[in-house]
């Protein structure tokens, strides 16, 4: 069974510009998460999807953030414009059962500078 | 806001040593998952803990659910290298939310 795929791996982008990342998750999973990451922290829940429905992004900064899930597959999150401390890693994440057993991709390290 | 608190926050050991990460929160949470992520990966799921007072070992690690659901603690016994990495709880209401993390390393 394919794991959760996230692209690109890497990213470095200067303060003001606009980034894009991709998750496909497995297969069937109809719970999608994004969480940011700074080091050596515990994962932050931005959004969580449920198929093409939003479940919770209460902790998402609408104002610079967007994420979609147009067809309850793939998601993309958007960040736009950039600052400094949105230098993390971002996860994304499926299950099968919401809230119950998330299978991570291995993460998109952004550096702002 | 649902908040998990984890401690330590940091834990540096020899190996052989035994070791308790606690897991707590003023919120209910339906349940307690444990995961341990390795740099440069995401976390990997280790145990789900789900009625009040549950406990489950998974070798040589033990896991706790608090008997209100609010709280859950890992016990490691005789670390190993192996086991250094972040663990982190995760807790789900509607959502699934993790805690601050406790980084672990196991110093041969």
């Known amino acids: 069974e394919a794991g959760v795929a996230q692209s690109p791996r890497y990213k470095i982008i200067e303060k003001r510009q606009s980034v894009a990342f991709w998750c496909n998750p497995i297969s069937g999973h109809a719970t999608l998460y994004w969480y940011q990451q700074i080091l050596g922290q515990g994962p932050k829940l931005l959004i969580q999807f449920q198929n093409n429905g939003v479940v919770d992004d209460s902790q998402l900064p609408k104002d610079r953030f967007s994420a979609e899930r147009l067809k309850g597959v793939d998601s993309t999150l958007k960040i736009q414009p950039a600052k400094l401390e949105d230098s993390a890693v971002y996860l994304c994440?499926?299950?099968?059962?919401?809230?119950?057993?998330?299978?991570f991709g291995q993460g998109t390290r952004l550096t702002v500078v | 806001t649902q908040l998990l608190e984890q401690s330590p926050q940091f834990l540096s050991i020899q190996e052989g040593e035994n070791l308790t990460v606690y897991c707590n929160s003023s919120s209910v949470f339906s349940s307690l998952q444990w995961y341990r992520q390795e740099p440069g990966e995401g976390p990997v799921l280790l145990v789900t803990?789900?009625?009040?007072?549950e406990v489950k070992k998974l070798k040589r690690l033990t896991f706790q659910f608090g008997d209100a659901r609010k709280d859950s603690s890992l016990h490691i016994t005789a670390a190993q290298p192996g086991d250094t990495g972040l663990y982190l709880c995760g807790g789900a209401t509607n959502k699934l939310i993790f805690g601050t993390g406790t980084l672990l390393a196991v110093q041969p």
């Open positions: 994440a499926s299950s099968l059962v919401p809230q119950v057993e998330a299978f």
């Open positions: 803990v789900v009625t009040g007072g």
